[in-house]
């Protein structure tokens, strides 16, 4: 358990579980070598690469490693990876230049605000993401048996730029990201 100040003078925390602070976020090519596996126990289903946290205010996002889970308690400390905050999306042209595509390949592409062409294929790939608010989670891993394969779609397609880290969040039925999140200084 743990809480911080986000740059915009609120206090996060995750005393309460679930939260609507935490995210577990997996690259598509980790969650596809998870989900080789049909049944894992809810404990030992392998943690992401990142606790990201989010501010409910100001929408920052906070990137911190994983602390180490010992199956009773986490052990570790927090440290702070990687911070982003929310581009202001009307005066970014990027909303209409990391407009999803089709190319003549079938492969779904955009290109980011940087110039970087990226693609959700092939599949499994790490620019995908597949994104779940704790709540979500809390309703999906159980400590019993669990198949990923049995998880639904997470509510938004999550795309992130491997060139500058942009993060854009999709609708899935629409081309135009609804939200893109740049790194912070
Ligand atoms: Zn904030
Ligand atoms: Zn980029």
Same mark, same amino acid.
């Given at each position: 358990?743990?809480?911080?100040?986000?740059?915009?003078?609120?206090?996060?925390?995750? !005393?309460? +579980?679930?939260?609507?602070?935490?995210?577990?976020?997996?690259?598509?090519?980790?969650?596809? /070598?998870?989900?080789?596996?049909?049944?894992?126990?809810?404990?030992?289903?392998?943690?992401?690469?990142?606790?990201?946290?989010?501010?409910?205010?100001?929408?920052?996002?906070?990137?911190?490693?994983?602390?180490?889970?010992?199956?009773?308690?986490?052990?570790?400390?927090?440290?702070?990876?990687?911070?982003?905050?929310?581009?202001? !999306?009307?005066?970014?042209?990027?909303? !209409?230049?990391?407009?999803?595509?089709?190319?003549?390949?079938?492969?779904?592409?955009?290109?980011?605000?940087?110039? @970087?062409?990226?693609?959700?294929?092939?599949?499994?790939?790490? !620019?995908?993401?597949?994104?779940?608010?704790?709540?979500?989670?809390?309703?999906?891993?159980?400590?019993? +048996?669990?198949?990923?394969? /049995?998880?639904?779609?997470?509510? /938004?397609?999550?795309?992130?730029?491997? @060139?500058?880290?942009?993060?854009?969040?999709?609708?899935?039925?629409?081309?135009?990201? +609804?939200?893109?999140?740049?790194?912070?200084?």
């Amino acid at each position: 358990m743990a809480k911080v100040w986000c740059t915009c003078g609120e206090v996060l925390s995750n !005393i309460c +579980i679930p939260n609507d602070v935490q995210f577990w976020v997996y690259t598509s090519k980790m969650w596809n /070598h998870i989900s080789l596996n049909v049944a894992i126990e809810g404990w030992l289903f392998p943690s992401p690469v990142y606790d990201v946290w989010r501010c409910n205010t100001c929408d920052r996002l906070y990137a911190y490693n994983m602390p180490i889970d010992t199956g009773t308690e986490w052990t570790g400390s927090w440290e702070l990876k990687k911070k982003y905050v929310v581009e202001n !999306i009307k005066s970014l042209s990027a909303t !209409i230049s990391m407009a999803k595509f089709t190319d003549v390949d079938g492969a779904e592409k955009a290109v980011c605000s940087c110039g @970087k062409l990226v693609s959700s294929s092939p599949f499994p790939n790490d !620019i995908q993401l597949r994104v779940y608010t704790d709540f979500e989670w809390d309703t999906m891993l159980t400590p019993d +048996i669990v198949n990923p394969n /049995h998880f639904p779609l997470p509510s /938004h397609d999550v795309w992130r730029c491997p @060139k500058c880290e942009n993060i854009y969040v999709y609708e899935w039925d629409s081309k135009i990201p +609804i939200k893109v999140y740049r790194l912070e200084d």
